[in-house]
Nanobody, 115 residues
Framework: QVQLKESGGGLVQAGGSLTLSCAASGSIFNLNSMGWYRQAPGKQRELVAQITRGGNTDYVDFVKGRFTISRDNAKNAVYLQMNSLKPEDTAVYYC?????????WGRGTQVTVFS
């Protein structure tokens, strides 16, 4: 079973940047489209960015132009570069498959944006 570990979150002022990392165990990771999800307090977890094995990306409208997802298949890693952060981006961020059967969720990484 693939295990996921997210890191890179923190406390940042609005307008700032953070880069999140997701390390995955297991080579099956390379066969899947991967995504970054987030869950804000009192809200459902939502997919905000995804990337195919070949590197094609897609984003929800409210992060387009600010977030960039990338992956390194050789390292079994996925990244999320977040720029121009807003207080509404505050959430716990998780990585997982972008479709199909999901892996077990990791613990996520907390991102807190203050104005």
């Amino acid at each position: 079973q693939v295990q996921l570990k997210e890191s890179g979150g923190g406390l940042v002022q609005a307008g700032g940047s953070l880069t999140l990392s997701c390390a995955a165990s297991g080579s099956i990771f390379n066969l899947n489209s991967m995504g970054w999800y987030r869950q804000a307090p009192g809200k459902q977890r939502e997919l905000v960015a995804q990337i195919t094995r070949g590197g094609n990306t897609d984003y929800v409208d409210f992060v387009k132009g600010r977030f960039t997802i990338s992956r390194d298949n050789a390292k079994n890693a996925v990244y999320l570069q977040m720029n121009s952060l807003k207080p509404e981006d505050t959430a716990v961020y998780y990585c997982n498959c972008a479709s199909g059967v999901l892996f077990d969720w990791g613990r996520g990484t907390q991102v807190t944006v203050f104005s």
